[in-house]
């Protein structure tokens, strides 16, 4: 047995696309960006999408949307990856660590509130394994501060909260199509909005500062165009080399397609999990997993004496994981060491177990069975 703990599910529909892509040789930032921004806008049900190569540089491009001033504060959860508190410290702003939930481990929000203060300019809640942050309630204390929302849905595919699609409830959304997440595209993300205002910047922003369509420009010079203009493009604002290409694109617009049936069988392998563990009272769930209701990119357990089951399952051919330890305990953020007391403790206790679109119930029986015979 040899079970990964991720998997990229890909096949022919997305070498058919990138095939495509080869023919019209334009494999660039060019019309299969567009097309996958629009369909992405679509289901998600945002009025924009704009197509990056990372949710690292969507997180990035989101915070620098609002041109705060250098040195204000951002909040956001200790228990996430570093891109979104790395974010925060490529615009210049100072980040405030938030502890987790006990049971969601999503952000507490009385440690939110507590937290708070005049300098604080935003807040970057994270779906954390796909469990939605409850935003309703979130929104309605950060509009009353006045803060920007920036959803980091790496974890999740626009699964519905309250009849709202996450990432559609703050400000700005930022996916992500790394291997290991929901659906990929290789590498990628995307940035949405429903209020567009906010995001005029950011085209130009993901391609050096030149908000232009260049495959548009191709377009029309080739088609006789005689406009002398053609070749002519302004710079004004700071750009990064951030833009989506097409072949990505291609892996994006076959994966979208297969998203609903991979999500589907992803809940199906937590709900089997779950019904797994059941009997076994050394182990609990990570948090209150709704498998039938939301879109989960991870699962995991709690337990105690964490390392020795690890090393147990590895010696069965069981890949496992932690996500994460918190930021606040990474040497990069040590001066804010202490900050989030329960998660610093807790996540010691946290493992990570498979969860892909191709993981059979057979392999899930099996994983089962070996943490059962671990405590027996
Ligand atoms: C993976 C991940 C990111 C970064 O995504 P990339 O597309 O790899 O840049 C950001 N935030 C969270 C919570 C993630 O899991």
Not at 222 to 250: P, Q
Request: charged share 25%.
């Amino acid at each position: 047995m040899n079970i990964r703990l991720f998997r990229p599910s890909v096949g022919k529909e997305e070498l058919e696309n990138i095939q495509d892509s080869f023919e019209r040789s334009w494999i660039g930032l060019g019309p299969k960006v567009n097309q996958f921004e629009k369909e992405w806008a679509d289901f998600v049900g945002a009025e924009l999408a704009i197509g990056l190569n990372s949710a690292t540089a969507a997180l990035h491009l989101a915070v620098s949307a609002f041109a705060f001033p250098e040195g204000k504060k951002v909040l956001l959860p200790s228990l996430t990856f570093a891109a979104t508190a790395t974010a925060v410290l490529y615009n210049r702003l100072i980040p405030v660590f938030v502890d987790s939930d006990p049971l969601t481990l999503g952000m507490d929000m009385n440690d939110l509130r507590a937290k708070y203060d005049e300098d604080c300019v935003a807040v970057m809640p994270v779906h954390y394994t796909g469990h939605p942050v409850p935003m309703d309630e979130l929104m309605e204390w950060a509009n009353e501060k006045n803060l920007k929302v920036i959803e980091d849905c790496a974890h999740t595919t626009g699964a519905d909260y309250k009849g709202k699609s996450l990432g559609t409830w703050g400000h700005i959304g930022c996916y992500s199509f790394e291997e290991k997440k929901l659906m990929t595209t290789g590498d990628g993300g995307m940035i949405v909005t429903n209020e567009p205002e906010i995001l005029k910047n950011t085209k130009a922003q993901r391609w050096v500062g030149i908000d232009k369509d260049n495959w548009k420009t191709a377009q029309s010079y080739v088609s006789a165009n005689k406009d002398a203009m053609h070749w002519f493009y302004e710079i004004n604002v700071l750009g990064y080399k951030y833009n989506m290409n097409d072949l990505a694109a291609s892996i994006g617009l076959a994966q979208l397609k297969k998203l609903p049936a991979m999500n589907a069988h992803r809940s199906a392998i937590i709900r089997h999990y779950m019904d797994g563990i059941a009997d076994i009272p050394q182990i609990e769930p990570l948090l209150p997993f709704e498998p039938e209701q939301y879109v989960y990119q991870m699962f995991g357990i709690r337990v105690d004496a964490r390392d020795d089951l690890m090393i147990h399952l590895k010696s069965k051919g069981i890949a496992t994981g932690c996500h994460y330890t918190p930021m606040t305990c990474q040497p990069l953020f040590s001066e804010w060491a202490g900050s989030c007391a329960y998660i610093e403790e807790e996540y010691n206790r946290f493992i990570t177990l498979p969860l892909h679109a191709e993981l059979t119930f057979d392999e899930v029986d099996y994983i089962i069975e070996h943490l059962r015979l671990f405590y027996s």
